[in-house]
Structures are given as C-alpha cells and as structure tokens.
C-alpha cells in the first residue's frame, strides 16, 4: 500500500503533545485510490481506542449519508486534521495543527483526489480559511491545491453537528447532494 510507510510513521510520532495521551494515533482509512478525500477534525475516543477514523456516533451518520448518495466508506478516504485524540475531545491547538499538518499534505499527495470534501469548520479553515461554514457548507469551490495548483474542494457541517442538532439533518443530507454533483461537474472547476 502507498500508505503504509506514513501509517507507520504516524502510528510513532511523538512531534507533538497530544502523543501523551492517546491509545492509538488514527492515520486515515479507505480507498487510497478514490477520487474523494474527507477530511475531519480529530479523532474522538471511539476512533482513539480503534485506531480508525470515524467509527463512534458521528461515523454511523456519516455512513447513512454516503449510502443516502450510493457509496459506503471503501468507495472514499478518510483522513483527519490532527491523528491523536485531543484531551475531552477539546479544539486542537494551532501548535498541534501545525505539527501534524505534513502528514496531511503528504497523504493528498499520495491519493491525489480529485474532490476535497472537509468535515466542520476547523477542516475547512486548513484550506479556505476566509470563509464562514454557516455560508459556505455545500457550496463546492476551487481554491489553491496541495498536489494540484487547484483543487476542488465541498465544504460541509461536520456530521456530529447532527446529533447535537437533530433539526439540522436534512441539511446534512441535502448537502451531501453535491458530492455526486461535483464529481459530474469536475470539468467546470478543475485546472490541474
Ligand atoms: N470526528 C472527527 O473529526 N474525526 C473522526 O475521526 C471522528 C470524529
Ligand atoms: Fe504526531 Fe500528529 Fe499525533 Fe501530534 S497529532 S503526535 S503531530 S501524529
């Protein structure tokens, strides 16, 4: 597997704190040759203790909005902004971020995908840092690329929003509308 080495690496890295408490570090998980790369936050205590992205309540919704759209998780690669668990699920701080951030870049580099879709605001900020997720969720745009001048990239809610916010599913789901949208259109957005 083209991950494997990374996997590794990340499964040892100690280039910041939240090292210190973690139980596993969480790389990415998926179909390292898909198209589509989701990028979330954090891994939370589900993902810590399994060593997989996505696998407590926020995953389960995850995985009915993909299948809302046709897909299941082999069809897609999942990966995070940060790969240990922050303390009580806190923010991750900037130091963090930053220390983590090389793996990230290097994992879209390896997938090269064609659509980028984050998950919660603290994802979308990486990459379109200027805009608000209240405006910006389910709108796709092209903004500067990491292994491609320009890339496509589909904001979203972060799915755990749903299940604080029960009323704000069928956002969720309309927005995943667009993943499959996107991907028709790819040709109006992208320049490589
Ligand atoms: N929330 C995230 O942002 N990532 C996970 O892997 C799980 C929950
Ligand atoms: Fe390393 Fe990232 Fe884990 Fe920090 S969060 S220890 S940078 S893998």
Same mark, same amino acid.
């Given at each position: ?20 408490? =973690? ?49 299941? =998780? ?119």
């Amino acid at each position: 597997m083209l991950l494997d080495d990374l996997n590794e690496r990340v499964s040892v890295c100690k280039l910041c704190d939240l090292c210190k408490e =973690r139980t596993n570090a969480v790389p990415g998980a998926g179909n390292e040759n898909s198209d589509v790369m989701f990028i979330g936050e954090g891994p939370g205590k589900n993902e810590d203790l399994q060593g997989l992205p996505f696998v407590g309540a926020a995953g389960k919704f995850l995985d009915k909005m993909l299948n809302s759209i046709g897909m299941e =998780r082999k069809d897609i690669y999942i990966a995070n902004v940060v790969k240990c668990r922050p303390p009580s699920n806190r923010d991750p701080l900037p130091a963090e971020v930053k220390a983590c951030w090389p793996y990230l870049e290097e994992q879209i580099k390896l997938i090269k995908p064609r659509l980028i879709v984050t998950l919660g605001k603290h994802s979308m900020q990486r990459f379109l840092p200027d805009l608000k997720i209240s405006e910006a969720h389910g709108e796709a745009r092209v903004a500067d690329g990491i292994w491609q001048k320009k890339q496509v990239f589909l904001p979203l809610y972060h799915p755990a929003a749903a299940l604080y916010n029960p009323a704000s599913r069928d956002v969720h789901f309309e927005d995943f509308k667009k993943i499959p949208l996107t991907l028709n259109n790819l040709k109006e957005y992208a320049t490589p």
